[in-house]
């Protein structure tokens, strides 16, 4: 019933908060399967159902041709995972608990860590599930040749990056506006499938249709990866300091937001709708 509270140093609390940070992404891998082992499968069965769908939409529509000369496996790849890894690491920071969730009743346990949490959950999969695929492709299919590696993954971290940003943005708005969120969650989704670059090659699109795009973060992203990884590709209409800047920016919006968001949260707000 009583507890003395003892004196931590810095160290100390980073540790615990690692620590919990840690316990909190082995509860949301579990989330999608009780065994983590299923949950991985069951993620990168999903990743090969898109590329798959991909190869040959492009094959019956015969549009292989717009793709970069070299491996078209490897094209579809950092197209379709790129969007994957960033739409799911976007739902799930939006899907992380909130400040009137049960979850928060428990000592130490804050929205900050809930945030991360959910977010490294997110890259654990697609990361493990990015080097099976690059398996598969090499060992079944053609030998993976990568130019810049280094930079190729950086563009990997920054989809998933820029997926959070986005993320902490609407779960910010979340307590406020709970379906308007949920409606553009998915016209986000949806428009990214067309607006990320993924199904064309940016340097081929006429300059007025180059507007269109390169508001989008992804875009860049996407066209960037295509340049690292292909050794005849050189992109012209992107950069990649773009969605890092982006990222930051929303990043500090949506936790000012967050921080607002949690000091007036309640329990009865979602009894009331």
């Not at 990743?47 to 798959?52: D, G, K, N, T």
């Not at 015969?62 to 790849?77: P, Q, S």
């Not at 197209?79 to 130490?108: D, W």
């Not at 920054?158 to 406020?176: D, E, N, Q, T």
Request: hydrophobic share 55%; glycine share 6%.
């Amino acid at each position: 019933m009583f507890e003395a509270k003892r004196q931590r140093s810095t160290l100390g609390l980073i540790f615990n908060l690692a620590e919990m940070t840690f316990h909190a992404s082995v509860r949301k891998v579990r989330q999608a399967h009780r065994n983590a082992l299923m949950a991985i499968i069951l993620n990168i069965f999903q990743s090969v159902l898109f590329i798959a769908a991909f190869y040959l939409m492009f094959n019956v529509l015969g549009t292989r041709g717009v793709a970069i000369r070299g491996d078209f496996m490897l094209y579809l790849l950092t197209g379709i995972f790129l969007y994957l890894t960033h739409i799911k690491a976007l739902g799930a920071v939006l899907g992380s608990e909130g400040p009137a969730s049960p979850m928060m009743m428990h000592a130490q346990m804050n929205t900050i860590v809930a945030i991360v949490s959910s977010a490294l959950s997110a890259l654990y999969l697609q990361t493990i599930s990015l080097f099976v695929l690059l398996f598969l492709i090499h060992v079944l299919i053609n030998p993976v040749e990568i130019q810049h590696w280094d930079m190729a993954f950086m563009m990997y971290l920054l989809a998933w990056f820029s997926g959070c940003a986005a993320g902490i943005v609407l779960l910010a708005l979340k307590p406020w506006l709970p379906d308007l969120i949920s409606i553009i969650q998915m016209v986000y989704v949806r428009a990214n499938m067309i607006a990320s670059g993924k199904m064309f090659v940016a340097n081929m699109l006429p300059s007025a249709l180059i507007g269109i795009f390169d508001w989008n973060p992804l875009f860049h992203i996407i066209d960037q990866m295509r340049g690292f990884v292909f050794i005849n590709y050189n992109p012209h209409h992107s950069n990649w300091e773009y969605p890092i800047y982006v990222s930051i920016a929303l990043v500090t919006l949506g936790l000012m937001g967050e921080f607002y968001s949690r000091k007036h949260a309640s329990a009865s707000w979602s009894a009331g709708r």
